[in-house]
């Protein structure tokens, strides 16, 4: 008789501990994977934020910045050195005069038109190169330097 009741305790203790442990991690899941998925959305939510954030700082700076430039060209266009020497078409002074002046306004490229638009020098290009520039009727030609 006693034999028979140890084993119904033995098994009594050990589904009682079975029970209990699913039980806790039936609570801690219940609780745990809504509380990732609420953290996990406010992370994204805020990190999408932070991305908006930056790109409203870029457009604000790339706008100063354009603004700065439309300045700078209305300044520069307005310097009688400049008149002169595209009316003379000095080549070699406009060069220095470009080199000058790109020193001074920190630019990577300088280029100078015409009231019509075409491009009469460019001192620095796009594709790296450093050079003097100078229109002729058809594509641009490097011009003395």
Do not use: C
């Amino acid at each position: 008789m006693f034999a028979s009741l140890r084993t119904a305790i033995r098994s009594l203790s050990a589904r009682l501990t079975v029970a209990f442990v699913t039980v806790i991690l039936a609570t801690t899941i219940a609780a745990g994977v809504p509380a990732y998925y609420l953290v996990r959305a406010q992370l994204e939510q805020q990190a999408w934020g932070r991305v908006s954030d930056g790109g409203r700082a870029t457009l604000t700076l790339l706008r100063s910045e354009q603004t700065r430039l439309v300045n700078l060209a209305i300044l520069t266009s307005e310097r009688p050195t400049l008149s002169a020497l595209l009316k003379q078409g000095d080549t070699a002074s406009l060069s220095d005069y470009l080199h000058t002046l790109q020193s001074s306004v920190d630019l990577d490229v300088l280029a100078v038109s015409d009231a019509a638009g075409r491009l009469v020098a460019q001192l620095g290009a796009a594709n790296g190169s450093d050079g003097l520039f100078k229109t002729g009727r058809g594509s641009p030609h490097r011009g003395e330097r």
